[in-house]
């Protein structure tokens, strides 16, 4: 499927009125909203049917645009360096202007650089970052081709960008900070073996 500017411009200027847009990643479909707008992001939970103590990451188009909104430390930069963009998730500090309704509250936020040009051309046109979670209703199986998504999520996003079928594999979801990987999904083996090397940092 062919994803044309036109298309790419109606799905930023959804996010910029607070809209919810599928977008495709190297990993599964995303559910795309203004991260730092509170009612948007109520809107994603609310889509997905989603636990609000189960905190969204963040989605940028670099790691230079993901230090305006985080506060890594330098061992945190030179991880996501290293691993973004790409489909790992990084936990990292957040900044102030992250919303309480993102994190769930905690000081911590997931940052997410998806390695699809779709999705960085995408967050490169947007206002603001995105919220960066799978285009499923919490319970149900991630979502790899438009086709497979639910009536909800279709009815519930304004642009629907179709990028034909992803990769499927979940991205690792590590806070290299404290050398912790809360979930393996891909890259894993390489991210273990850059912590392994860096521990003594």
């Known amino acids: 499927m062919s994803v044309t500017d036109e298309d790419l411009d109606r799905a930023a200027a ?4 607070g809209e919810a847009v599928v977008y495709p990643t190297e990993t599964v ?24 103590d189960n905190p969204l990451s963040l989605g940028v188009p670099s790691v230079d645009a ?14 996501m360096r290293a691993f973004l963009p790409g489909p ?38 947007a206002d603001s970052p995105v919220t960066a979670t799978s285009a499923n209703v919490s319970g149900t199986g991630s979502v ?9 999520i279709r009815e519930g996003a304004a642009v629907v960008l179709d990028g034909g079928e992803t990769g499927g594999a979940e991205s690792t979801v590590v806070d290299p900070g404290s050398g912790t990987v809360h979930r393996r999904g891909a890259n894993a083996d390489a991210i273990e073996s850059w912590l392994a090397e860096h521990a003594a940092e």
């Open 66 to 79: 993901a230090l305006e909104h985080t506060r890594p430390t330098e061992r945190e930069v030179a991880f």
């Open 144 to 152: 790899r081709r438009v086709a497979d998504l639910s009536d909800r």
């Open 14 to 17: 959804a996010i910029a009125d």
């Open 29 to 52: 479909y995303g559910l795309g909203a203004n991260a730092l707008d509170p009612a948007a992001v109520e809107r994603v939970f609310e889509l997905k049917g989603r636990d609000r």
């Open 88 to 125: 790992v998730t990084v936990v990292v500090e957040r900044d102030a202007a992250v919303p309480d309704a993102l994190t769930a509250g905690r000081d911590r936020v997931g940052v997410r650089v998806p390695d699809h040009p779709v999705a960085l051309d995408l967050l490169e046109r």
